[in-house]
């Protein structure tokens, strides 16, 4: 077999024309080069003649440049390739073409570029299957998007990078470790990426594969060998034998293994952790696939992924083409479930299903008896499901103790196996309450049911739970108010509806009884079921009375709460600002001075400068709809203009419990007079102002006066 080729540039062949002190590489020379590669008895001295009289050799070397024939079959060093260079040369001479830069090269000079350039040779050698060069690692499709990290883990990675390097270094096997799915790979992609002797490096997808070791002693055996070794999916009793290997190659050889294991000797094998991202770095890599993605859905990935890079990434395909996709649409996607699936390995999953059905367990000392119950109740033997997860721990690190307690890591693990056991025995789920032995135990249980609302049994059992809320008792105690708020992600529209019939109907100073932890409870729940189309109208309408019966005099309270769902922006619902007016509506047709002055208030956030919320978490497990604001200058001016027109029509009831209140309502109002299109609508509303209320002529006539 015969390859003829000319490179114009020697950089495309090797990718390292020179060396360190930058002198000439033996192989590539100065100049261009027409190479030609001869397989077996196709590079014999009797089987060149005529080769350097073809066009190519002829006219590279008529132009000053060499002709190199790479000849396998010479297999006995110097005299195999003086013999085939006189046949050519010769032959040269004959002909009138340059002779003198005429090369071959036989087997074991070739043999040896191979051993110096294993990155580049593993391409020409027909490499077996998960072993890559650098590049092709580089362009795998996994690794196509952009890298994103802090600059903590930028400077990691030059200290690290150096540590490696052959003359200078101190390290020579690196092993990082930390759980599936947070970037491990990538992390040593960007580490060998930019490093000097990224050209030395070779990447094997599945260590266990590979016979490493022989390997890593064939480029030991040849003292001209530089190499380091990317060796991924690293088992534990692989460790220390590959780094007695490396230790036998002078500081020749590099070799960084990736695994979830930790190292079993720190001094000889340092280990670099590396584990899941942190929310804002999340939401800074998710925008940085998908910038266009709203706010809203990037936080439901980062929220439903946990840190784990890997599994952003499924979630945020999968979110990019279906936006009606909840938790339980995430898990059920092939992709995903084998994702996580991977993390458990094939073993019998029931013990852990004891500590996944709970958000936390109680596993030792005095609040060991959490754990023990759930274990009795599923008709499990306590100390083998300990041995068991402990054992799960120790092999996959996914069952940490967090004090006293233990929880599954990461949470969509724990989602997928809580889902796993309600769909598998939903009646022992449903009964699970009564059997837990703590309060905190039912808490952690009503906040699992949180993360898995969408689920059908959980659905099911929820909404049945739900129907028992309805009359201001089950809301004045606190713990009841959290199983409420919790359940109500399993149906956001039924939770809203039952606090608003069971607050409707009740006097001011009865609904003062939800105070303290519960009413504020009580007041997130709402906030959060606000953001729903469907539960907006009952859950502003249930602030609204409890605004009425107002006894918290913290900034978020219920007053505060209303209120800021009228914000034009940020108002923390999906709803439109004009379809939120039917609330505002309602309130004023109580003719009740409390409810009506707050939805003056509420009006008057059309004049505030400055939007402002706090975040708040998701009403439900479902991909949350877009916040609603105004999509152009004309929508925005269509939502003042409507408030403006609700105020005067206030102002003119003559109320004089509410004068304060527009005054109030007129000084942040005021600087409308500035914009022309609305300066009409702001005039007719401080003329009804001063028509009813003579003694707010002076106030306004002092905002109208600093305004203009």
């Known amino acids: 077999m015969s390859v003829h080729t000319q490179c114009r540039s020697p950089h495309d062949l090797t990718q390292n024309a020179s060396d360190e002190a930058g002198a000439v590489h033996d192989w590539l020379g100065e100049t261009d080069t027409c190479w030609q590669l001869k397989a077996r008895a196709s590079g014999t001295p009797a089987r060149l003649k005529g080769e350097v009289g073809k066009p190519l050799p002829e006219q590279s070397l008529a132009a000053g440049g060499r002709f190199v024939v790479v000849a396998s079959g010479s297999t006995n060093g110097k005299k195999g390739e003086s013999d085939r260079l006189k046949t050519l040369t010769d032959e040269a001479s004959a002909a009138g073409i340059p002779s003198e830069r005429i090369e ?109 070791v022989e390997l890593i002693d064939g480029a030991v055996a040849d003292p001209a060998v530089r190499l380091v070794v990317v060796a991924d999916e690293i088992q534990p009793e692989q460790l220390r034998p590959l780094r007695d290997a490396v230790a036998r190659a002078d500081g020749r050889i590099r070799l960084v293994t990736v695994g979830h294991c930790p190292t079993p000797e720190p001094a000889r094998i340092p280990a670099l952790l590396v ?11 998710i925008s940085g696939w998908y910038p266009a993605m709203p706010t809203e859905h990037v936080d439901f990935i980062v929220r439903f992924a946990d840190g784990y890079v890997r599994l952003a990434r499924l979630a945020a395909d999968a979110v990019a083409r279906d936006t009606s996709l909840d938790v339980r649409g995430l898990l059920s996607r092939d992709e995903i479930r084998a994702f996580l699936d991977g993390m458990l390995g094939t073993e019998d999953r029931s013990a852990l299903h004891v500590v996944a059905v709970l958000e936390s367990v109680g596993w030792t000392e005095d609040v060991q008896i959490e754990g023990e119950a759930i274990a009795r109740h599923f008709g499990l033997a306590w100390n083998h499901v300990r041995s068991k997860v402990s054992e799960f721990d120790r092999r996959f690190g996914i069952v940490p103790r967090g004090g006293r307690y233990r929880y599954i890591s990461p949470t969509p693990l724990g989602i997928h196996l809580a889902v796993e056991a309600w769909t598998t025995f939903p009646d022992l789920l449903r009964s699970l309450p009564d059997a837990l032995p703590t309060e905190g135990a039912k808490d952690a249980y009503y906040e699992r049911l949180r993360s898995i609302a969408s689920n059908p049994q959980v659905q099911d059992y929820a909404r049945q739970e739900l129907a028992f809320f309805f009359q201001l008792d089950d809301f004045v ?84 709460e209303f209120v800021g769902r009228f914000q034009i922006f940020l108002g923390g619902t999906a709803v439109p600002y004009l379809d939120r007016l039917a609330v505002i509506d309602e309130l004023v047709a109580t003719d009740r001075v409390p409810l009506v002055r707050l939805a003056l208030k509420a009006l008057a956030q059309v004049g505030e400068r400055q939007a402002y919320r706090i975040g708040s978490e998701p009403a439900s497990d479902e991909v949350p ?84």
């Open 275 to 285: 584990g899941p991202i942190d929310r804002e770095m999340a939401a800074k890599v």
């Open 104 to 212: 071959v090269i036989g087997s074991e000079r070739l043999a040896g570029w191979c051993n110096q350039n294993p990155a580049v040779a593993a391409r020409w050698a027909g490499r077996p299957d998960g072993l890559w060069t650098l590049s092709d690692w580089a362009n795998a499709e996994v690794h196509q998007v952009p890298w994103q990290a802090p600059d903590s883990i930028k400077e990691e990675i030059a200290r690290q990078r150096s540590a490696l390097e052959f003359e200078t270094g101190s390290v020579q096997h690196l092993h990082i470790h930390g759980p599936p799915g947070v970037g491990k790979t990538r992390f040593v992609l960007e580490l060998c990426r930019e490093a000097p002797w990224s050209a030395s490096v070779i990447y094997l997808q599945q260590a266990s594969d590979m016979r490493l």
């Open 625 to 708: 709809e877009k916040e609603w604001h105004p999509s152009t200058g004309r929508e925005n001016l269509e939502c003042v203009l409507a408030a403006l027109e609700r105020l005067t029509k206030l102002a003119g009831l003559d109320t004089v419990e509410l004068e304060s209140d527009f005054v109030a309502a007129a000084n942040s109002l005021a600087m409308m007079l500035r914009d022309s299109p609305l300066r009409s609508a702001v005039a007719t509303l401080f003329d009804a102002v001063r028509t009813s209320y003579p003694e707010a002529r002076e106030p306004l006539r002092r905002s109208i006066a600093d305004v203009i």
């Open 477 to 560: 105690d606190a713990r009841a108010v959290r199983r409420w708020s919790a359940l109500s992600a399993a149906d956001p529209n039924q939770a809203a509806a039952s606090i608003r019939h069971a607050l409707e109907g009740t006097a001011p100073e009865e609904r003062s009884r939800i105070e303290d932890r519960a009413r504020r409870e009580t007041v997130w729940a709402l906030v959060r079921l606000a953001w729903r189309p469907g539960a907006f109208f009952d859950a502003t309408k249930a602030l609204a009375l409890l605004a009425e019966a107002e006894n918290e005099s913290w900034a978020n309270n219920a007053t505060a």
